[in-house]
């Protein structure tokens, strides 16, 4: 019969396959602790396997889980000497969860679990201490009505502050065991009132109730948010943790406490931690009262009164502090470790990996290498990437004090304070009056790229994490919450409403870019700083990934912040990007309202000079190294004046009457832009538009090689391709114009003509279309689009549905999904098959998402391209991707 | 080396593998005649091969191609014992084009080849008769100037107008040798102004000028064009013939004509054609000189005055006849012959199968069988399956006189008159007042739906093949013409512009959804008859089809319609489509805008008996045999209020504000719908949408079951699946709603739960998604959509500069494209490999499209679904796919 439930001592959990999956975090550490001698109370895990179990089996644990768990029940009776329900000497024990990776406070616990009418006053006998006794039935009661019966807590609380009212006390402590008898016979009747049954009395009852209600709260709001935030997918399941309770509340000689075995904030290698005197494990975490530190150290650092532990029980400190260092020895990082002293004696609870900020992980990674704990590799793998990116922004002072009005989608992240605008009109006018600005918007459009960039964030109400206010943002480096939906914009009165509140233009505002927070008024904010443990980890990470790491970069400053973090070359230049300045979006509307190919000729050269000059600009800055241009990819439309004087202004430049020009936008205008005329059709179309790319390529090239600038390698990219006779006319189209330019010049030219693989077909057709394309890019974010069919821009109106309804784990937009992959890998094995000299990359906003990097990885491609900012996340996860295999 | 040209009489030919494909139609079958005896003038054939070269090589001849035919060149001389380019007895030639398709008149011939001013001289003495070698030398000067040279024909007509006009004479044959001398002066004068160079006299370059010009037609406009109608790929090429002449203008006793074997327009057994006493070819085609008739039965019947060849030359019309009969007998089919009689010996210049018309190629058939010559299965074959389309729908007589103002593209066949509506509101008042009216809009929507049922036909500007408007129009059997951009529609002013014309609402035009042509005022139109012929021929597919034929229907009427054209079951009802009815859309638009779930739960309890009464209607049409119901598929916003009206209406019913409605509608609002919510994504946010409807359908299948009426087997699918968790979560709605319905009818449920496959996600995941599915539905339209990225409605803008570009051969909206294949095969497979009984089938609207049945029967799919009208054409696709088999 297979084992579901593993005693701690169990060599049992020697054969899993995967200890920890089966375990959960908690489990796997207390069977760790166990074995190796750890001073652990007796206990047992069930495993995560059961969750789906008792899922599946309408919520009720089969039968033989039971008799799995009443075995091992018995084996903690033996161990310890004492009896589960016992009249005289009563086993009590803790019950908690236990997911694979830590979820703190997330999940349900139940303390003190055995106590009844009849056992608490065994307990009381036993431990000659009656007011303990009581107190901990009375806590007990409280907990498993919370948890199991869920009854609010509260009124629980509200029976003993009534009843200390009535007596005239101010302090739990002032309460006798008189009084909690008292209380415990209210609390009684308050489940009674409140379920219409008595509290339970059997003491397996309580026990099987209590592992039920774990398995629950796993599927708690609360639970299924942080999972959703954490992307943790929900069919891990919990374990539950059931283990014989020691007590720290016992008297003076007891005590409870949190300790990490080094700094978690900035990672130092001292011992931190707080602890309480008599008292159970809650009274550290509620806040009732003021915990103590540790360390003498730490309490003369922060100048407080009360005693360390260090002073009060040096024995006990001697021993934690063995335990701590023997601990980390064992785990090789640093642990977050739960101890409760139960009459001078020590025992620990839970040990586990502890939570660090960023900063604080690259520090201890460091130092453990300096201290041959672990390897470099190791190092590099104890860091998250994703975490790398909020050390490059100014965070939230998390100390002060804020007001949460809204929360929408962490779309890129950082901390920004400044006045609501609701223009990027208001954005410029007030960036130039030196004040700060937080644009807000349903969304963005590409016409809003200056407003952003005078803007010290962005905030919408609509789109996901890769919609254009986001994906803009975090090639910006700027702050962004998007798809914020609880806000409601009303452009015209100028204010948005969020709830009952209503912000005006011009109030202060911030957000928080990391997690999604909108945030009433001004916020004080931590600016990064870059230490060198954290450039020596991007050494580190450049030594063992082989990806290549390029950017997503089209501005001089992205291109410049780029090289900085080390980018090996830009990976996606949006040439249309370049289109939107006040000085040539003009030209680009004469350009696409033009009604014959001599008014387009003609737009189109006023507009050459522009991208010529962007082009020498950002190949000075990446001297030597390849960059990829894609030629204009959107739909015209996206270029279209917005309102009657730009309307005027394009007809009276064109010769034009309103009405020819509005007729004109009309026929652009498209049921799914997305799928319409844009990327090379356009140029099928309009070959001219993409001859004027090249040309302005070609002639920065020869500028930059006449000015002695060591040359890039153009890798010109053709958007869009679905079929072979695309990207075969495409090429002769790029050729022809650099034998122009050649001609003209005499200067002989290099560069690679290839395609973005954006598109289902071409993914199927990568064969024929590698005759011609010397590179692929995958554009993950269309690719993901086409091959399921979603619109980013209008995906968010059911997103949260599909996770909910867990369809999605994550959002395919942010990392790699399973079918889009299948694509890439076909492409990728089907392209390479023709042509083994071709290059493959990825340029999607999946290129700075670790997960996506590992896939890229192991599907061989060759480089990946994200947004600047995510450079150095880039080199991190390519590095251990390599570093897994 | 390879051989490129071929002697007819070569046995070489023998040894190739597709020698009609290498040889073209009209090579081949002169090198079928030539071996067999007939009398066919000695020549050799340039292969189709060529073609592609000779463009490949900058539109010229190669070495080695040039040395073969001069090589074979010599073997004509040797045949007929005159010289090429000789000053006695020179041998002249005719070139001409031949595809491996007939392309009448498309592309380019020269006859007479080899005349200069000396031969001509020779040809005079030969025949001794100068005019005759005369006007053959200004003749050949015409042709050549024309198809080679470049000048317009028109020119040289001119001159001898004016030579006529100064000479006093009528007619042609009012001039002398002399005359012709004078104007073969002025035709070299022409020539030499307009190309500045003199006419060539040198023969052999004359020939190659010849070969060049034909192949170079291959790509002139109206050859692409043609091609593009007839879906011809344009990489076949054209092979070119070189003959030698002869001469039906050498007097009296010379003749040449043109004769089908079997009558084309109703296919009797019965000599039909056509001849002119000394004449060349072009005179029977130009229309200069009345021809007269072969027979003298056909003489007597048109009531002619001119002898019929039948009396003229009874010896050469025996011999002809015996020919013909020898020429059917050899090619199983009715032919179209060329002759000419050069001194009363009778020539066979070329034979092909003949063009006919669905109703003759059906007679043809069915007789040939009667006649043993061909078999069923033969017959089947003979006949174009898209034709069928034609029959069954009126169509206009083309002896009428038309004016036609534009073209669109032919979206659903027939023909129609009516006054031109720009509403349907419009539409539907003339219709109750019995006025036929053709709606003509920019593009229909779902709400049109009742205005296009009211008019005799519809008309867009924009749109494709697979348009809204042509989609729903082929369902219903109306005619079609969509995407007709050379129209303007001004809504406003209820007009529309083409070219300089303006038509205003009420005036009478007609369009052609056969051809997509749009005509001024009413036409007359045969209506179709149903022949017995096209009842056996029906009746032979489904003999011999495996295919099982489904139509797509939603209303009582479109599914009898399919139903008596012998559909086996509905394949795609589409219920979004009964939600547009006057007495519904307002409960539509209350379930849509419903901020609660109750409310929603309300309107939808409005819908349940109007959709249970739908399904009730068509169960019974369809007793017996399966129907495939799909959930609500489209977007929401599709049914919202279209104006202030409808807004309020909606709005008091839902106890809302003007501006609530307003703001529902604005968040409503998707940038690309096509990718939106909508399809199971609507369900997974708003379940209870498809609750009622499959409660609906249940309950029908109840209600007709208490009627006694035989049982169909409800096929539920479930729309836009990419993921396994959705079809898993929809299956499991599904079957709780059958369980109620059960449950409180205490009747048992027959039903299946299948997924349409219209994503390439979902073909991928075809594996997991089969675990669920117990039928596939693939849905091309949304899956050509996706793979390739282009949305249908938009498509029009660039669709055109594809096929131009022969970027796409076909659009792949009509026939299913190759990658979309791909996708259909990799679902077929992984869907077989989980579930062996897996139903798959299709219901695109390519399952209607002759070629992409043919895909379907070798994918080995179980069925295709098509509107009503396309069943007989899938039907005898479908049978003509396994005979080839």
Request: proline share 4%; aromatic share 6%; charged share 30%.
């Amino acid at each position: 019969m297979k084992n579901f439930v593993f005693n701690f001592k169990s060599k049992n959990t020697k054969k899993l396959k995967n200890p920890k999956n089966i375990l959960g975090g908690k489990g796997f550490n207390l069977a760790e602790m166990g074995k190796k001698g750890f001073p652990v109370p007796s206990g047992f895990t069930i495993s995560t396997e059961v969750c789906d179990i008792f899922y599946r089996n309408n919520k009720k644990l089969n039968n033989n889980i039971l008799s799995q768990i009443k075995k091992e029940l018995k084996n903690i009776e033996r161990d310890i000497g004492k009896k589960f329900g016992n009249l005289k000497d009563p086993l009590l024990l803790s019950v908690r969860s236990g997911a694979r990776v830590s979820m703190p406070g997330m999940m349900d616990t139940i303390l003190n679990l055995g106590l009844n009418d009849k056992t608490v006053e065994a307990l009381a006998k036993q431990t000659k201490n009656k007011r303990f006794a009581k107190d901990s039935y009375r806590r007990f009661i409280q907990m498993y009505s919370s948890v199991v019966l869920k009854i609010d807590s509260y009124k629980f609380e509200d029976l003993i502050e009534n009843y200390k009212l009535t007596k005239g006390v101010l302090l739990d402590t002032d309460l006798s065991s008189e009084d909690w008898d008292a209380l415990i016979s209210d609390f009684k009747d308050l489940v009674k009132n409140e379920t219409k049954i008595d509290f339970p009395q059997d003491v397996n009852k309580q026990l099987i109730g209590a592992i039920c209600a774990v398995f629950i709260s796993w599927e708690s709001k609360r639970a299924k948010t942080y999972r959703k935030i954490n992307q943790i997918p929900s069919n891990w399941g919990t374990a539950v943790n059931v283990q014989s309770m020691v007590f720290g509340n016992m008297g003076e000689d007891c005590a409870t406490g949190v300790v990490f075995t080094r700094n978690p904030s900035n990672g130092k290698n001292e011992i931190y931690g707080e602890y309480l005197i008599n008292a159970q494990g809650e009274d550290v975490v509620a806040g009732t009262r003021t915990p103590q530190y540790i360390t003498l150290k730490s309490k003369l650092q922060s100048k407080s009164k009360q005693k360390s532990l260090e002073e009060k029980m040096p024995k006990v400190f001697k021993e934690l502090k063995k335990n701590l260092r023997l601990l980390e020895r064992h785990y090789k990082d640093m642990q977050d470790v739960e101890f409760t002293v139960e009459n001078k004696k020590l025992w620990i609870l839970q040990t586990r990996s502890g939570k660090r900020t960023a900063k604080s992980a690259i520090k201890i990674a460091v130092d453990m290498v300096k201290e041959k704990l672990i390897s470099r590799q190791e190092a590099l793998l104890r860091i998250e990437p994703g975490s790398l990116d909020n050390l490059l922004h100014p965070s939230i002072d998390e100390k002060s004090n804020i007001k949460v009005i809204a929360n929408g989608l962490p779309a890129s992240p950082g901390a920004a304070s400044g006045k609501v605008v609701f223009t990027s009109e208001e954005a410029e006018r007030l960036n130039s009056m030196m004040q700060d600005t937080i644009l807000v918007r349903i969304e963005t459009s590409p016409e809003d790229i200056n407003g952003m960039h005078a803007a010290k964030g962005i905030l919408t109400s609509r789109g996901g994490m890769t919609s254009h206010a986001a994906v803009v943002a975090r090639g910006m480096g700027r702050p962004c919450v998007s798809g914020s939906s609880e806000i409601e914009i009303d452009y015209k009165n100028k204010n948005f409403k969020v709830k009952d509140q209503t912000i005006k233009e011009g109030e202060l505002i911030s957000i928080d870019g990391t997690t999604g927070r909108v945030i009433l008024g001004e916020v004080d904010t931590v600016k990064p700083e870059i230490s060198g443990d954290f450039l020596k980890i991007m050494n580190w990470s450049d030594k063992y990934r082989k990806l290549k790491i390029r950017t997503n970069s089209e501005t001089p400053l992205d291109t410049k912040t780029a090289r900085d973090f080390g980018a090996e070359g830009i990976g996606l230049c949006r040439t249309e990007h370049m289109f939107f300045d006040e000085d040539r979006i003009l030209s680009v509307r004469e350009m696409i309202l033009s009604k014959s190919k001599e008014d387009r000729d003609k737009a189109l050269s006023k507009l050459l000079p522009f991208q010529k000059n962007d082009f020498i600009k950002i190949f000075k800055i990446m001297k030597g190294l390849p960059v990829t241009v894609r030629l204009l990819d959107p739909p015209l439309h996206e270029f279209l004046p917005k309102n009657k004087d730009e309307i005027m202004h394009v007809a009276s430049a064109l010769n034009l009457t309103f009405n020819d020009v509005e007729q004109r936008m009309l026929e652009l205008h498209e049921q799914n832009p997305m799928l319409g005329h844009r990327g090379c059709r356009l140029a099928i179309s309009f070959p001219e538009i993409y001859e004027m790319q090249c040309k302005a390529i070609f002639e920065a090239l020869i500028e930059c090689k006449k000015k002695k600038i060591k040359s890039i390698l153009p890798e010109i990219m053709i958007p869009l391709v679905s079929t072979e006779a695309e990207i075969k006319i495409m090429k002769n189209l790029v050729i022809r114009v650099a034998k122009d330019v050649e001609k003209k010049t005499k200067i002989k030219l290099s560069f690679l003509v290839g395609t973005m693989i954006e598109l289902p077909r071409a993914a199927l057709k990568a064969k024929d279309i590698a005759k011609h394309a010397e590179f692929f890019s995958f554009g993950t974010n269309d690719l993901t689009q086409t091959t399921f069919g979603i619109s980013r821009d209008d995906s968010g109106k059911f997103l949260n549905d599909y996770i909910e309804n867990k369809i999605f784990d994550i959002d395919p937009f942010i990392s790699i999904d399973e079918g889009v992959g299948n694509l890439i890998e076909i492409a990728s094995e089907k392209g390479r098959k023709q042509n083994k000299k071709i290059k493959l990359g990825i340029c999607g906003e999946h290129g700075g998402d670790p997960k996506s990097i590992n896939f890229c990885s192991k599907t061989g491609l060759d480089y990946v391209s994200c947004s600047p900012y995510r450079v150095p996340v880039a080199k991190l996860a390519a590095a251990q991707a390599e570093i897994k295999k």
